[in-house]
Nanobody, 124 residues
Framework: QVQLVESGGGLVQAGGSLRLSCAAS????????MGWFRQAPGKERDFVAG????????YYLDSVKGRFTISREFGKNMVYLQMNSLKPEDTAVYYC?????????????????WGQGTQVTVSS
């Protein structure tokens, strides 16, 4: 059974940093794409960043390029989202997700497995 468990959310001032972690278990993820999504109150769940586990190829939402970095750690089955220069508009629940595809999908329906989410709040 696949499990994704996020951690690392919290309250931070604008301009600050947070690192989100996602612990993945239950299968071999070498052929998977891992993604981070976020959902603000009353809004759709949006793609933020994705990484191909095998190659390390990445893709980002335009508004987070240069500020966020997605990475993965072999052996520990961990995926990270380093978030720098945070803005109030980054406030949302952040979700880790896994997709058994060869690309990096940006829509949530391509991701079969989801974590429970972690709250990120950026104050102005």
């Amino acid at each position: 059974q696949v499990q994704l468990v996020e951690s690392g959310g919290g309250l931070v001032q604008a301009g600050g940093s947070l690192r989100l972690s996602c612990a993945a278990s239950g299968r071999t993820f070498s052929r998977y794409t891992m993604g981070w999504f976020r959902q603000a109150p009353g809004k759709e769940r949006d793609f933020v960043a994705g990484i191909r586990w095998s190659s390390g190829s990445t893709y980002y939402l335009d508004s987070v390029k240069g500020r966020f970095t997605i990475s993965r750690e072999f052996g520990k089955n961990m995926v990270y989202l380093q978030m720098n220069s945070l803005k109030p508009e980054d406030t949302a629940v952040y979700y880790c997700a896994a997709s058994n595809t060869i690309s990096i999908p940006t829509t949530s329906n391509w991701y079969a497995y989801w974590g429970q989410g972690t709250q990120v709040t950026v104050s102005s």
